[in-house]
């Protein structure tokens, strides 16, 4: 996890560049963000975030990477 997230079980965050129905802001668990990134299940899809902005005091902020298909979907 990149610096600049917090310590929060939850974290607030701010999505850049989604897919269409995926919410811009969302709350995510930290264990969820591995490495700066993370993926969400949208539909048959995972989405695929990447950290781009962290402060303390501010939602962080993720892009839109890819989209790849949920194994079994």
Do not use: N
């Not at 990149?2 to 995926?22: H, N, S, T």
């Amino acid at each position: 996890m990149k610096q600049g997230i917090g310590e929060a079980e939850i974290v607030d965050l701010i999505v850049q560049a989604a897919p269409f129905g995926v919410p811009r802001r969302l709350q995510v668990r930290r264990s969820q963000i591995v490495d700066g990134r993370f993926k969400l299940v949208h539909g048959e899809w995972y989405e695929h975030f990447e950290l781009v902005a962290a402060e303390a005091a501010l939602p962080a902020v993720f892009r839109w990477t890819r989209r790849t298909p949920v194994a079994g979907g």
